[in-house]
C-alpha cells in the first residue's frame, strides 16, 4: 500500500496543510496541485514583472516539513513548478542548504512550448486559429516522468504543467512498477489522483449537503491508500474535521470532467466503471476502474493576452430592478458610447430585495477601457436611479488573456527530467508523458428547448397526482440531489447525483439537457451534452461557450461556473413523494 497525502488544491491554498498531513498519520507521499489554467496566466503575469514563474507558497510550506520529511523518507511531489521548474527546484535546494539539510532534488521540463511552432494548430473547442502569439503555451505531461525522478533516488519532485492526476499516477508507477500497458493499474490511479487533487473537496468542502459535514471549518485534506492493482481507499487523518463518504467522493469525482471517458497521458479512465462503497468511517474504497490505452495527441493549454478590462458594479434597491438597470446603462453609454468598446458584458444578478448591476468593459486599448469607463460610471451617480450607488470605485483597467486549448501529436513532445542540476535518462518520446483533452462521446442528448425557469415558490406544495396515481410534491431540487459545477476552458461542467436507485431513475428521465436549459437561462440557447454514470448514481452535463474564452476573459460574476451547480438545485420540481 502507497498513502498519498495531497497538501495543496490550488495556489492559495491553506499553508498549514502540508504541516497537517505530515504530522497527523503516517504517509508515504505528499502530494501538492498548484496550478489550474488560470494559474499559469497569473504566473505569467509575475514573470513580466520580475518576480518567479513558479508558485513561491509551496516553499513556504515546505520550510515547515522538509526536514521531517526527508528523516521519515516521505517523498514530495507537486507542480509548483508552473512556468519555472527549474528555478522552482533551485529555491528547493537553496532552502534545504540554509536549513542545513541534504535533499536531493528533481525537476521535470519538457512541457514549455512557448515559441515552438503549433503547426497550425486550432483552437480544440472552436476550431478557429491562433490570434495572437502566445505567452504561455504548456503541454499536459504525465505521471511517468515523475516515476522516473523517483526511481532515480529523488527526495522532491518539481514539475510545471502535468495533469493534476499525475501527482499520484507517477507515485505508483514508481513505486508498483507499472508499465504503459498496465491500463487498468494506472486508471486506477488517475481515478484516486482525481479524487484528492482539489484538497478539501474530497473531504467535505464544497459539499452540496454541507449540514452533514462534521466541524467543517477544520476540515482534514485528504490521502488515497494505493494498492498495486490500482484500487485505492479515500480517507483523512483521525481528528480532522471533514467527512470522508460515497458522497463527498462522488461530487468530486464530478467535478471538471466530461464524457466517461476520462483521458490522460498514461491511460484512459473509464469512470462508468468506478465502484464506491463506504468501508467504514471516512473511508471510502474505489475499485473496479477499467483502463484503455492513451490517445496519441497532447492537449497544450495556451494563453494569450487579448487586451484590457474595466467592471464597476452597481447596487439596485427597492422596487422597479429592472427600470432602474436600464436607466443606469443609459446614463452610463450617454457619457461612453457602447460601441466603442471591442467587447461590452452587462449583468443583472437578483439578490433579496436588491440586485447587482456589472458593467464590463474590453478593449485593445488601456485608456479606453480604464479611467475613461470608470469615471463616466461614477459622473452618473447623482443623475440616475434611486438609490444609486456602487461597490467599485473609479479604477484603471487591468489586461487580460485568454485560454486557448489545442493538441499536438504525443510524438512531438519529449520530457526531460533533472536530478540535482543534471539530466537523467528516460524513456524515448516522454515515456507517455503527453495528455489528452476530454473527448465527447456520441449518443449525448443534445441541447432543447429554451424559456424561463419555474416562477420562484418557497413553499413545498401538498403535492398532486400524475396520470398513473403518483402522488408528488413541488420541492425544490436539491432536496434529493447534490451537485457540483466547474470550469473546462469556455465550457462548464455540472455533474449532478443522488442516493438510491429508485432515485437515479426518476433524476435519468426527469433531467435531459432540455430541461437543463430550461431551469438554468444562462444555458439556453447553447449545446449541452448529458452523460449518464448509473455506477455513481449521476449524470454529468457539458454546457458548451457558457464560460467564453476561459475564466481570464470571463466577465460573469461567477467566472468559473462554482455555483452553476447551487443555482440548479434551487430549481422546483414534482418530485415523487416516495423519493422525498
Not at 468511517?281 to 474595466?310: C, F, M, Q, S
Not at 450617454?334 to 464590463?360: C, M, N, Q
Not at 454546457?543 to 462554482?562: E, W, Y
Request: net charge negative; charged share 20%.
Amino acid at each position: 500500500m502507497l498513502r498519498v497525502a495531497n497538501c495543496s488544491g490550488f495556489y492559495g491554498d491553506r499553508l498549514s496543510a502540508a504541516r497537517e498531513m505530515v504530522e497527523g498519520g503516517p504517509i508515504d507521499v505528499l502530494t501538492g496541485d498548484w496550478l489550474a489554467e488560470l494559474t499559469m496566466l497569473i504566473l505569467a503575469g509575475n514573470r513580466l514583472r520580475g518576480r518567479p514563474g513558479y508558485a513561491t507558497t509551496f516553499l513556504t510550506q515546505l520550510e515547515e516539513v522538509l526536514g521531517t520529511c526527508l528523516d521519515r523518507g516521505i517523498k514530495i511531489v507537486s507542480n509548483a513548478g508552473g512556468l519555472d521548474p527549474a528555478g522552482c527546484a533551485g529555491a528547493v535546494a537553496e532552502l534545504a542548504g540554509r536549513l542545513g539539510l541534504n535533499a536531493r532534488v528533481a525537476h521535470v521540463t519538457g512541457d514549455d512550448l512557448t515559441g515552438r511552432d503549433l503547426g497550425g494548430a486550432v483552437n480544440l473547442d472552436t476550431g478557429e486559429p491562433l490570434p495572437a502569439a502566445p505567452l504561455t503555451a504548456n503541454a499536459y505531461l504525465g505521471g511517468r516522468p515523475i516515476a522516473d525522478a523517483l526511481s532515480a533516488g529523488a527526495d522532491v519532485v518539481v514539475t510545471g504543467r502535468v495533469t493534476d492526476a499525475a501527482l499520484v499516477t507517477g507515485p505508483g508507477i514508481w513505486r508498483y512498477g507499472w508499465g504503459p500497458g498496465d491500463h487498468d493499474a494506472l486508471a486506477g490511479s488517475m481515478v484516486a489522483g482525481h479524487v484528492i487533487e482539489c484538497g478539501c473537496q474530497a473531504t467535505g468542502g464544497n459539499y452540496a449537503f454541507f449540514a452533514e459535514v462534521p466541524d467543517p471549518a477544520r476540515c482534514g485534506f485528504p490521502l488515497v491508500e494505493l494498492a498495486e492493482d490500482g484500487s485505492s481507499v479515500v480517507t483523512k487523518h483521525p481528528g480532522t474535521g471533514g467527512l470522508v463518504s460515497v458522497g463527498t467522493v462522488t461530487a468530486q469525482l464530478l467535478y471538471e470532467i466530461g464524457s466517461p471517458r476520462y483521458l490522460g497521458p498514461d491511460a484512459v479512465a473509464r469512470f462508468d466503471t468506478i465502484r464506491l462503497e463506504q468501508e467504514g468511517p471516512d473511508r471510502v474504497r474505489i475499485r473496479g476502474v477499467r483502463g484503455e490505452a492513451p490517445p496519441d495527441t497532447l492537449k497544450v493549454a495556451v494563453n494569450y493576452l487579448a487586451g484590457h478590462r474595466n467592471t464597476m458594479t452597481l447596487v439596485l434597491t427597492g422596487l422597479d430592478i429592472e427600470a432602474k438597470a436600464r436607466l443606469a446603462e443609459e446614463a452610463v453609454w450617454a457619457r461612453v458610447p457602447k460601441e466603442s468598446f471591442d467587447r461590452v458584458h452587462v449583468e443583472l444578478t437578483p439578490l433579496a430585495g436588491t440586485a447587482l448591476l456589472r458593467i464590463t468593459v474590453m478593449d485593445a486599448d488601456r485608456k479606453k477601457a480604464g479611467r475613461a469607463f470608470s469615471s463616466a460610471v461614477v459622473e452618473t451617480a447623482l443623475a440616475s436611479y434611486p438609490g444609486c450607488y456602487a461597490l467599485t470605485p473609479p479604477g484603471d483597467a487591468s489586461p487580460y488573456g485568454v485560454y486557448w486549448p489545442t493538441l499536438v501529436p504525443a510524438e512531438s513532445v519529449r520530457a526531460r527530467v533533472w536530478l540535482d542540476g543534471r539530466e537523467i535518462s528516460g524513456p524515448p518520446g516522454g515515456g507517455g508523458s503527453g495528455a489528452a483533452p476530454v473527448v465527447w462521446e456520441a449518443g449525448a442528448d443534445p441541447a432543447a428547448g429554451t424559456g424561463a425557469p419555474p416562477e420562484p415558490d418557497e413553499r413545498a406544495g401538498d403535492g398532486e397526482r400524475t396520470g398513473d396515481g403518483e402522488r408528488t410534491v413541488r420541492a425544490a431540487l436539491g432536496t434529493i440531489v447534490g451537485a457540483r459545477s466547474g470550469d473546462k476552458g469556455g465550457d462548464a461542467n455540472l455533474g449532478v447525483w443522488v442516493r438510491t436507485a429508485g432515485q437515479f431513475e426518476w433524476l435519468a428521465a426527469y433531467l435531459t439537457a432540455g430541461r437543463l436549459a430550461e431551469l438554468l437561462p444562462s444555458t439556453a440557447g447553447l449545446r449541452i451534452e448529458r452523460f449518464e454514470l448509473p455506477n455513481l448514481l449521476a449524470l454529468n452535463f457539458v454546457v458548451h461557450g457558457l464560460l467564453g474564452r476561459g475564466v481570464a476573459a470571463n466577465p460573469r460574476l461567477d467566472a468559473q461556473a462554482k455555483a452553476l451547480g447551487e443555482e440548479l438545485r434551487a430549481r422546483l420540481a414534482d418530485i415523487p413523494a416516495e423519493l422525498l
